[in-house]
């Protein structure tokens, strides 16, 4: 019988009965494999109704009966998976999915290929009179008797795989609901943690902008402008959805901010080409880079260092890096200003729910100091 190789196979059609055997699910489905399972399949048939013969019938031909067998089980086994090829491509699935449409279906089949097969070996054996004899009431009774034998053989095949296999779609069909809930979840604590501004950088960026605003006036109202950029660009993240170029706008005006805060200790760089900017990321995915950048390489080294911000197209994939010539592995220290919360770790666990195995996350040493960190994500979106 055909089998469908991209489909789980939850209907008799779906497999092939010498399938039972573990040791045959190896190969793919195939003409050429269908057809060799087939012959493999018609043989075991045709031995067992030759011990069933051999119960029955003494002083024969051993070697005349065991050929008989062989031609009859050959004709009959690729008429019945002939007619089951194109049965089951004019016959609508509705026609013969449940009920007695379903029984009907799959014993007219094997019955109709019982007798062609008769025929066509009765042809191949030279058994004139055996024609004749198929449809008398006697071969009649003989083929409706090996039918369901045969009918028999293919349902105790096919019933119980059916039933496990209906079992795993549906073990499937849950798994694929609760990864579609995780996912749904991840992104939107992303967006959730785009949209904030952690508290403690907010106080301190209003604390230092209330200190400026007597010694440098023109630096205070610029530090107040890129913070309401800042606001702005989360917002916007998170009631749009993330692309590149809006995580850009808030990398921006956070190290912007930084920046004047820092003085020349922070310098920073963002290398983006203008054709990635619109290109579907999570929210936050640049976020906790450059705030780790800051809290683990920058600020603990006295004389600071630069941070680069850059993104790439390497065929298909948007890798993202955040580079900084910080203090390395080694240097940790209190968050200037606080953190998001938003972790790499807890990055790297939201970007598997979001993408799976199609995205990474990677840190390794930055030449000559400090650390890079790489994203890798498909360009096409989340999953």
Not at 15 to 29: G, K, M, Q, T
Not at 219 to 227: G, P, S, T, Y
Request: hydrophobic share 50%; charged share 15%; with cysteine.
């Amino acid at each position: 019988m055909p089998v469908n190789p991209t489909a789980v196979p939850v209907d008799l059609q779906d497999a092939h009965p010498l399938e039972i055997f573990p040791v045959f699910r190896r190969w793919p489905a195939g003409l050429w494999r269908d057809v060799v399972y087939t012959f493999v399949w018609n043989t075991m048939i045709g031995a067992a109704f030759l011990l069933i013969g051999l119960l029955f019938v003494r002083n024969v031909d051993l070697g005349r009966m065991l050929w008989l067998n062989f031609v009859f089980a050959q004709c009959v086994g690729y008429s019945i998976h002939a007619l089951f090829a194109v049965a089951l491509t004019l016959v609508p699935r509705e026609h013969r999915a449940s009920g007695w449409k379903r029984g009907l279906f799959y014993c007219a089949v094997p019955i109709f290929g019982v007798m062609i097969g008769y025929w066509i070996g009765a042809t191949v054996l030279g058994l004139s009179g055996f024609r004749t004899t198929i449809f008398s009431p006697r071969g009649l009774l003989s083929m409706v008797a090996v039918t369901i034998v045969i009918s028999g053989i293919l349902l105790a095949v096919f019933l119980p795989r059916e039933r496990a296999a209906k079992a795993e779609a549906q073990v499937a069909r849950e798994q694929a609901r609760v990864a579609a809930a995780e996912r749904e979840a991840a992104l939107a604590r992303m967006q959730a943690l785009a949209a904030q501004v952690e508290p403690h950088f907010l106080y301190n960026t209003l604390a230092h902008v209330g200190s400026l605003i007597d010694a440098d006036a023109p630096q205070a109202k610029r530090m107040l402008e890129r913070l309401t950029g800042l606001l702005r660009a989360s917002a916007r993240g998170a009631s749009e959805g993330a692309a590149l170029g809006t995580e850009l706008e808030h990398v921006r005006a956070y190290l912007d901010i930084l920046a004047m805060r820092m003085g020349p200790r922070l310098a920073w760089t963002v290398d983006v080409p203008a054709g990635l900017l619109s290109a579907p990321v999570p929210p936050a995915v640049l976020q906790p880079l450059v705030e780790n950048a800051v809290k683990h390489g920058i600020e603990p080294k006295i004389e600071g260092g630069s941070i680069s911000v850059s993104a790439r197209d390497d065929g298909g994939v948007l890798v993202l890096e955040v580079a900084d010539t910080g203090g390395g592995f080694g240097a940790t220290s209190t968050p200037l200003g606080g953190s998001s919360g938003l972790g790499l770790s807890g990055l790297k666990s939201r970007l598997a729910a979001l993408y799976g195995n199609a995205a990474s996350l990677a840190i390794a040493e930055n030449r000559p100091t400090g650390v890079r960190v790489t994203v890798r994500l498909p360009l096409g979106g989340a999953r």
